[in-house]
């Protein structure tokens, strides 16, 4: 029998439960453990699918933390198992494909924050990336191509190899994105020289480095805005 005190999801009022709040109210009103909730459907006989829901938070350290945890270990979980565990990565997955999928409607990057929102998924990679997103003279985004992959340090970096990307592709103009898997959105000092290094040679070629972007996690950090690297005169 289910314990008395947690009430399984039929024993809340409707208007309580996740999945009728979602076609009443819309998914955004529901919390991240009531969404969470849904793909977990019934529970345990002792904890219900929204308890459930909020120890796999807690457990894994947030959604953002989630997004970066293995089915195997979410399925470990009591009450979990691999079945659930497999629909909350497609999820996941399906979300951040969602917010990548722009790259193939040739969105416009008119600022950091677009080139974010289409970079958004560099946010929860374990290894660092550094990619070049190439832009033409309406600022439409080209294509995006990625140049490294791993433990990367900015001094191995080669500038020509950023803007051989940019002539293939007779692109006037780019930005440099590259994540930071630690968490710390501050550039390094290589990253501002990197970015200087570009600035300059970019002018030779005829070609605008229009920002060089860090995404930590949910956070990020325009080098242009914060006037490193770049001659702002």
């Given amino acids: 029998m289910p314990d008395n005190n947690s009430p399984t999801i ?24 009531e969404l969470l909730a849904i793909l977990i459907g019934s529970g345990t006989r002792t904890e219900n699918a929204i308890i459930l829901a909020q120890k796999l938070l807690q457990t894994s350290g947030g959604l953002y933390a989630l997004a970066r945890t293995s089915p195997d270990e979410i399925a ?31 969105p416009h990057v008119y600022n950091a924050e677009d080139a ?78 990197l970015t200087r290094a570009l600035v300059s040679a970019g002018k030779l070629m005829d070609i605008q480095l229009i920002d060089h972007i860090i995404i930590a996690g949910y956070e990020w950090t325009s080098l242009r805005e914060m006037g490193l690297g770049f001659d702002l005169n």
């Fill in 116 to 193: 974010v929102q289409i970079m958004r998924d560099m946010g929860i990679l374990t290894q660092e990336h550094v990619r070049v997103m190439l832009l033409d003279s309406s600022r439409h985004l080209i294509t995006t191509k990625t140049l490294y992959i791993g433990t990367v340090s900015a001094a191995v970096i080669r500038v020509a190899e950023i803007l051989r990307e940019a002539v293939i592709r007779n692109s006037p103009a780019i930005i440099l994105v590259h994540n930071h898997p630690s968490g710390d959105k501050n550039p390094s000092p290589e990253d501002i020289n």
């Fill in 10 to 33: 039929h024993d809340l009022p409707i208007h309580d439960r996740p999945r009728e709040r979602l076609f009443k109210q819309g998914a955004q009103a529901l919390s991240e453990s």
């Fill in 76 to 106: 470990q979980i009591h009450g979990i198992g691999k079945a659930t565990a497999a629909k909350i990565v497609a999820s996941l997955e399906l979300g951040f494909r969602l917010t990548t999928s722009a790259l193939s409607q040739r």
